[in-house]
């Protein structure tokens, strides 16, 4: 497996997102299964792996500590705070929460879970408004100097918030939603990032399954799957936006490559374009999946094909937006108009 730079550590070209071994799309696999899959991927060099306090309220770290804790000094390891879960009305629900002292309190969570004395990058997960950025990542910052995180991450930032953040502290790596259906850091962030020398890492790089050979059934979505609630995943917009697969069909077929393939070729791409490297973390809970992921690392495309695909899935054919209301205004991206659901 190649690698890339990402501010002090070297990973590989493609990580893996660990989020859907515990929580979002449905049930999660059997804690065997997430083991394999684990371990397969460490095999075949995968050396970046990122999961969240948030995953599972707790559980994908485990998992992750569990698992690859014996192997820790193989990967760089990235985990996020500042979203968890929080105990309510005899449940967990899912809270915001940047102040320093919930900060520190969650890195030793962390910590613990992931069976490890140091976490190679801790992402603010989200930016919580009530708290003045500089404030949160001053917090972060007090976490490197304690030995506790190497380097500091934000996800989900305006380049204006990036810039801010940066200020304080200096940040190594910025992760955003960012895929070929997707374009919104093509409009500041990746350019803020190119500027400032800070990583960009792309999360949900197949497009949550839409960038898939296989049409997914929207409509059987299990109750506990998060997309649900995204708009363009909405029967009607999915059916509309499918047609926009063709072309992408139409390129996967000339290099002999999956839909998915073709996806993470095209954001590898987009690096090598711009002159700085674009880190996609796939997530899979499928071993043939994540081969087939890997392997877009040797996935040419040339410039036409490219260009066609970026015509194909260009922001303005888009139907539906990426998130609800509610989760929309938990971010603070910058987002390119959405085409309205039919
Ligand atoms: N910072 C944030 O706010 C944030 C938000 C979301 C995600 N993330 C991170 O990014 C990682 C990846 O995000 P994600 O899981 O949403 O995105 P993704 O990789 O774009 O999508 C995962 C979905 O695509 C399917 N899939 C994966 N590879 C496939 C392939 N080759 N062919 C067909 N379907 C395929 C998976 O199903 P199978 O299981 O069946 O393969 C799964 O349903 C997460 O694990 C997490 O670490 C961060």
């Given at each position: 497996m190649k690698t890339n730079a990402l501010g002090p550590f070297q990973v590989s070209t493609i990580g893996l997102g660990c989020m859907n071994l515990s929580h979002a799309y449905g049930q999660p696999p059997s804690a065997a299964q997430a083991e394999r899959l684990l371990l397969r991927a460490l095999d075949l060099g995968v050396t970046f792996f990122d999961t969240a306090a948030l995953y599972g309220f707790g559980a994908n770290e485990t998992l992750v500590g569990q698992v690859l804790g014996p192997h820790r000094q193989k990967f760089t390891l990235a985990s996020k705070c500042?979203?968890?879960?929080?105990?309510f009305d005899g449940g967990i629900k899912r809270v915001i929460d940047g102040r320093p002292a919930t900060l520190r309190a969650t890195c030793e969570d962390s910590l613990r879970r992931l069976k490890t004395e140091?976490?190679?990058?801790?992402?603010?997960?989200r930016w919580d408004k009530s708290v003045p950025i500089a404030e949160s990542v001053g917090a972060l910052g007090d976490l490197v100097r304690a030995g506790k995180i190497r380097s500091i991450g934000l996800s989900e930032v305006s380049a204006q918030t990036l810039r801010l953040a940066h200020a304080e502290h200096p940040i190594t790596a910025l992760q955003t939603e960012y895929s070929l259906w997707t374009r919104n850091p093509e409009i500041a962030v990746l350019e803020a990032c190119r500027e400032l020398g800070v990583g960009f890492v792309a999360f949900s790089p197949v497009a949550r399954g839409f960038l898939s050979d296989q049409a997914l059934d929207v409509n059987a979505f299990d109750a506990k799957d998060i997309r649900r609630a995204m708009p363009r995943f909405a029967s009607l917009a999915y059916g509309a936006?499918?047609?926009?697969?063709?072309?992408v069909k139409a390129v996967a077929q000339e290099v002999n490559a999956s839909v998915a393939q073709v996806g993470l070729a095209w954001l590898l791409a987009k690096g090598v374009q711009r002159g700085q490297p674009v880190i996609p973390i796939p997530g899979t809970t499928n071993i043939q999946h994540l081969e087939e992921n890997l392997a877009a690392a040797d996935c040419v495309l040339n410039?036409?094909?490219?260009?066609?695909l970026e015509t194909a899935l260009a922001p303005e054919r888009i139907v539906g937006a990426r998130?609800?209301?509610?989760?929309q205004s938990e971010v603070d991206t910058e987002e390119y108009t959405e085409r309205q659901r039919p």
């Open positions: 500042g979203m968890q879960g929080v105990a140091v976490i190679d990058l801790y992402y603010l997960h936006n499918l047609p926009l697969l063709n072309e410039t036409e094909q490219l260009a066609r998130y609800n209301a509610l989760n």
